[in-house]
């Protein structure tokens, strides 16, 4: 069975403060991977990244960076200076390598106040 | 391309009422989903299809049925509707790793 866990239930920050966002995962599976997703108040979804259980490399696009370390089955996402716009709920995801289905977390509600 | 789109995206039913929501992608996708998201407990898998024709139960399917009659469209019925189904629905595709979503259906049962 796979789990993933969002422990962080709602975050409040200030406008330009960092945030990480905490994803813990479980699997016995070798070969998987690990998404972000985004839902901002208008309700779509949107893919944020993707990563596989073979790169571990950490990656940053703009404000954005992701964390991964196997050794403690996280992916985290941090938010450099966030910004009011960053204010969503943000799911992590993980799905096996042969399997058909993602597996959500319950999300963390992100606020940025002014 | 239109990517995953769902009709209707609002809809309120009586208790008992019967609907189908439909999900239709064109990016070619084999597999499916529909989803449903609850206050605190995230997105939630419903049923699943891994190609026309075909569909399996996910997490939650009791109350639900689907078909896959062709490639491109997902159908999701409710027989009798029930308040414990009020919810918002999600379709999704998939290519190799990554589902696309579509951008939801919110429903409310009276």
């Known amino acids: 069975a796979q789990k993933v866990t969002q422990a962080q239930t709602e975050i409040s920050v200030v406008e330009k403060e960092d945030v990480t966002l905490d994803c813990v995962y479980e699997?016995?599976?070798?070969?998987?991977?690990l998404f972000w997703y985004k839902q901002p108040p208008s309700g779509e979804l949107v893919f944020l990244i993707r990563?596989?259980?073979?790169?571990?490399q950490n990656e940053i696009s703009g404000r954005y960076s992701w964390n991964f370390q196997k050794s403690t089955s996280s992916f985290n996402f941090t938010i450099t200076a966030s910004q009011v716009v960053d204010s969503a709920v943000y799911f992590c995801?993980?799905?096996?390598?042969?399997?058909?289905?993602?597996?959500f977390g319950t999300g963390t509600q992100l606020k940025v106040e002014l | 391309n239109a990517g995953v789109t769902q009709t209707p995206k609002f809809r309120v039913l009586k208790t008992g009422q019967s609907m189908t929501l439909l999900c239709a992608q064109d990016?070619?996708?084999?597999?499916m989903y529909w989803y449903r998201q609850d206050p605190g407990m995230g997105l939630r898998l419903i049923h699943y299809?891994?190609?026309?024709?075909?569909?399996a139960k996910g997490e939650v399917p009791d109350g639900y049925n689907v078909s896959r009659l062709k490639k491109q469209n997902f159908l999701l019925g409710l027989e009798s509707a029930a308040p414990s189904q009020t919810s918002v629905y999600f379709c999704a595709s998939r290519n190799r790793a990554e589902q696309y979503f579509g951008p939801g259906t919110r429903l409310t049962v009276t």
């Open positions: 990563r596989n259980s073979f790169d571990e």
């Open positions: 990016m070619n996708h084999e597999y």
């Open positions: 995801a993980l799905k096996t390598g042969g399997g058909n289905k993602l597996t």
């Open positions: 299809s891994v190609g026309e024709g075909t569909t």
């Open positions: 699997t016995r599976d070798t070969t998987y991977y």
